[in-house]
């Protein structure tokens, strides 16, 4: 009877360790979901754009800068900038640049896993936001 | 070492010469050491220049070279592109009015 108790616990206690890690593992779990518009890292960290927008390259009529979208792809493919998203006030790097690219100058919704440390967001899927 | 001065006029200056271009053998550590001066305007998160390696050819980035510069000095050890050619250092940060102009050539030798 004894032997029996303690073959059950043996068989018990990996179930319980599985459980308590997998819940841990949620409890790390950083996905986000956030809607904002995908955009150059230059315009979208400029300090002197109120509107954190491309109005500064627009305005001083850079070539190849006529919108929100023409702007977003000078600035990363011709002047090495980064896509990155904005909400509202925020910037968050993008892990993948050639996805985010497919979306320069657009309102989109995104899911991924975010790493507060560097405000990067991994393993996404991107849509357009209505 | 290379040491580069980017400026508060928004242009890269480069620690004894005249002209502004940096030249490296293909594949071999470098460092770099920079002092970044402010600008008229920077960026939200501090940087006030910034350091990218672009291929001339189709403005590839190089994996590696993609540096935001705060105020100061600072130093990174890069290694240089295995692809002998061509490059060019863009400022990635809105700097001044003359941001755009801010570049300069990089060369990798065999």
């Known amino acids: 009877m004894k032997v029996r108790k303690i073959s059950q616990f043996r068989m018990v206690l990996p179930c319980c360790a599985l459980i308590l890690l997998a819940t841990l593992a949620f409890g790390k779990d950083n996905t986000v979901t956030l809607h904002g518009s995908i955009e150059d890292s230059q315009c979208a960290y400029n300090v002197h754009s109120d509107g954190h927008s491309h109005d500064w390259m627009i305005k001083k009529k850079v070539e190849g800068a006529t919108d929100a979208k023409s702007c977003t792809n000078h600035c990363v493919r011709d002047m090495g900038g980064n896509y990155v998203l904005v909400v509202k006030n925020e910037v968050y790097r993008l892990a993948d640049q050639d996805l985010a690219g497919k979306f320069a100058g657009d309102k989109v919704k995104i899911t991924g896993i975010l790493d507060p440390a560097t405000q990067t967001v991994h393993h996404f899927t991107i849509e357009q936001d209505k | ?110």
């Open chain 2, 1 to 110: 070492m290379i040491e580069v001065l980017a400026d508060k006029d928004s242009h890269y200056k480069i620690g004894g010469q005249k002209v502004k271009q940096i030249t490296v053998k293909a594949g071999e550590p470098v460092v770099l050491k920079v002092e970044a001066r402010k600008g008229k305007t920077w960026s939200r998160d501090g940087a006030v220049h910034g350091f990218t390696l672009l291929r001339a050819r189709d403005h590839a980035k190089v994996p590696g070279w993609d540096l935001e510069l705060k105020p100061g000095m600072q130093t990174f050890t890069l290694t240089a592109p295995t692809e002998p050619g061509e490059y060019e250092v863009m400022c990635t940060v809105i700097c001044s009015d003359d941001h755009e102009g801010m570049r300069m050539k990089f060369v990798v030798t065999p």
